[in-house]
């Protein structure tokens, strides 16, 4: 069914998309064999479509699929095989540019040679075969894997790191250390008593407390329920689902572009703050104490939303003021994503957050943290693997090349190359795209309306761009630290194609 829609879904518009009529196909290929990539890419210099997307074998592969789970929001089968950098192929031999990169998770694109090296060794495949519980039994490289790896791109100022499995559990595990410091201070005293400890496995007070997590009106901090509660980007992440009813405030709502709306732009963050302030005095005079507060310095999902450093220097001061644990959601925005090995290094904080979630483009999850939320007690912080070991061994080479081929300095670039031609197209189809924005790669551009990106974004895939959408409105780009600006300048190229076409559709 879920296959047969999809199929319904591309035949409506077909002849709008005009995908790859010879001629279009031929002037596709001559563009991108005009620019060169970069090695990483294999033999792929641009794309190559071969039927629509999903094509045949997709459609009856996610069919076959259907009957065993929900298939709704696949976009087509993938073939890891015959992918390779900044190009994924799928089963019907289309060869798309990838600018969404598994969502954002591949630091060094598809099937990079020093990743497969590292994959080949015989301590790899050990800690893959046995794959050690790591709170029980680690691996006798887990202590050098932290201190050569993990802690040599810690944020500066934080001295402790502890590993998970995936950005949802990091952020779980990041709020746990929140609230059990919050009540040890409480407390005055770092055990419980055995009154907390009884009425804690009824689920009543005051073993288990009321206290909140403060968030942000369109925030996306994971699919877990704690999470969720602090989740506020799209509803059906949510619906139907019992939540912590924790407070959130309002992000800034920044116009652009930002040096033309300076004066507006901190009126606005001022307006956010009062309101975080104040969310913090009414919550805790209910006995509902905000033990932590969590940011992205990008809101990702909820539609590639950025704020000022005052603003966020303000949030860390609020915190400050009321001991608030200070938590930045780094999931989406690290590993150089923005031209910074962390995001919140524009921001000049005058001390380190409390605490930073990262997963994605660091292959494993977990949260970097001050000495003084680490608890006391064994099996707080506790699950059966608490990350991945051999995703760790993976790291050492996706960190070594970022460092010997410059990838945060070539993000950079690219990023500006990206964003600078997204403002061009802007200011040539205002009708259509507004509101570019970004730092590094880490962009977005509005789109007219939710119906105008839903079609763009399937034409653009048809047209042999993988892309993906944010908020309401938004393309979004996440590519590769192995993007280049040719990359950059193909992807405008290829938007720009599809905006014509669809400003010619609208004018019919």
Known sequence: MAALKLMTRFNSVKNEIRYATPKALRLSQS????????LEDGPYTGPVMKTPSPGPKSLEALQELAAMQMTGSMHFVGDYEKSQGNFIVDVDGNVMLDVYQQIASLPLGYNHHAVRNKVETQEYLSLLVNRPAMAVTPNYQYTSQLKDLLM??????????QTLMCGACSVENAFKAAFIRYRALQRGNINPTEFELRTAMDNQVPGSTNFCILSFENAFHGRAFGALSATCSNPIHK???????????????LKYPLEDFVDDN?????????KVFNKIVTSNKEGRNIAGMIVEPIQGEGGNNSASPYFFRSLQAICKEFNVAFIVDEIQTGVGVTGKFWAHEYWDLPEPPDMVTFAKKMLTGGFYF?????????????????GDPSKLALLEPVLETIRSDDLIERTRAAGETLLSGLVKLQDLYPQFLSNARGQGTFSAIDVKDKPTLTRLNMMLRNSGLEIGTCGTAALRFRPALIFTTKHAELCLDMLENEIKKLKELKCL
């Open 152 to 161: 040599k791109v810690a944020p500066k100022g934080l001295d402790c790191v």
């Open 370 to 386: 001050k000495k003084e939320f680490m608890p006391a007690q064994p099996l707080r912080i506790f699950n059966t693997w608490m």
């Open 239 to 253: 619906v139907d689902l019992p939540a912590f009813r924790w407070p959130k405030a309002p992000f800034p709502k």
């Open 31 to 38: 563009k991108a064999l005009s620019t060169a990539m970069c």
């Open 266 to 274: 901190r009126d606005e963050e001022s307006r956010c703050l009062e």
